[in-house]
């Protein structure tokens, strides 16, 4: 019995290390993470930076790095902990799915999270002239 009511108390003390590992994060929330637009047009995503309760006072910085040609984000802030998030696709960028990393910087905690931006053409039709 004493075996078993150790590797419970192991466990336990496993348990909250990781449940204190966890504090202190914060995460990037999107109100989605697929966005569709056409070349040449720029589309929205509201992200928000949720905290854990002891993180609350942390000043988190969002950025890009290394974004696919032609594609641009910038983000305009909205409210505490709250952005828009600009996509725009350049009129020559070629129909495809792009990834865009989004990053979320402190003092102590970076986070990243994904957007997918699939970007379509339209091809004008062109006239025989009879």
Same mark, same amino acid.
């Not at 019995?1 to 990037?28: E, H």
């Not at 996509?87 to 957007?115: C, F, H």
């Given at each position: 019995?004493?075996?078993?009511?150790?590797?419970?108390?192991?466990?336990?003390? *496993?348990? *909250?290390?990781?449940?204190?590992?966890?504090?202190?994060?914060?995460?990037?929330?999107?109100?989605?993470?697929?966005?569709?637009?056409?070349?040449? !047009?720029?589309?929205?995503?509201?992200?928000?930076?949720?905290?854990? #309760?002891?993180?609350?006072?942390?000043?988190?910085?969002?950025? &890009?790095?290394?974004?696919?040609?032609?594609? !641009?984000?910038?983000? !305009?802030?909205?409210?505490?902990?709250?952005?828009?998030?600009?996509?725009?696709?350049?009129? !020559?960028?070629?129909?495809?799915?792009?990834?865009?990393?989004?990053?979320? #910087?402190?003092?102590?905690?970076?986070? *990243?999270?994904?957007?997918?931006?699939?970007?379509?053409?339209? &091809?004008?039709?062109?006239?025989?002239?009879?």
């Amino acid at each position: 019995m004493k075996k078993i009511t150790s590797i419970f108390v192991v466990a336990l003390v *496993a348990l *909250a290390s990781v449940v204190v590992a966890a504090d202190g994060v914060f995460q990037l929330v999107f109100s989605t993470t697929d966005v569709s637009l056409q070349a040449g !047009e720029t589309s929205t995503v509201d992200l928000t930076i949720s905290k854990s #309760k002891s993180y609350q006072k942390a000043k988190v910085e969002v950025s &890009t790095n290394k974004l696919p040609q032609g594609i !641009e984000v910038s983000f !305009e802030p909205t409210g505490d902990d709250q952005y828009k998030v600009i996509i725009t696709a350049g009129a !020559e960028v070629p129909a495809g799915t792009y990834s865009v990393m989004i990053q979320g #910087k402190s003092l102590r905690e970076n986070r *990243a999270a994904i957007l997918n931006v699939t970007v379509s053409t339209t &091809t004008k039709a062109v006239g025989t002239g009879q």
